[in-house]
């Protein structure tokens, strides 16, 4: 089984930047996909991002690409998500999941961390 912990969070200006870090623990297999999904009060959870644990894969939901950039530390089993240029439309609980392959529905997910509440204020 992994586990994995989200961290990062915060309340922030419209325009600024957070960091959000996804650290996994137990077996991490080299095959699986990483992912970033928000949701925000009264949504359904949406995709954000996903990379792989090796290789040059990355995906963007198109209201992120330009602004968010993922990236991973496999030597740590972490995953990044730096967000810049944040909107107020930007304000939810973000999750980090694993998946067994590239996936953009939450339904194809395995496992999933508590999640980080972001707020851009505007």
């Known amino acids: 089984q992994v586990q994995l912990v989200e961290s990062g969070g915060g309340l922030v200006q419209a325009g600024g930047s957070l960091r959000l870090s996804c650290a996994a623990s137990?077996?991490?297999?080299?095959?699986?996909?990483m992912g970033w999904f928000r949701q925000a009060p009264g949504k359904e959870r949406e995709f954000v991002a996903a990379?792989?644990?090796?290789?040059?894969?990355?995906y963007y939901a198109s209201s992120v690409k330009g602004r968010f950039t993922i990236s991973r530390d496999n030597t740590r089993n972490t995953v990044y998500l730096q967000m810049n240029s944040l909107k107020p439309e930007d304000t939810a609980v973000y999750y980090c999941a694993a998946a067994l392959a590239v996936a953009m529905s939450p339904d194809q997910y395995d496992y999933w961390g508590q999640g980080t509440q972001v707020t851009v204020s505007s």
């Open positions: 990379i792989r644990w090796s290789g040059a894969g990355v």
């Open positions: 137990g077996r991490t297999f080299s095959s699986y996909f």
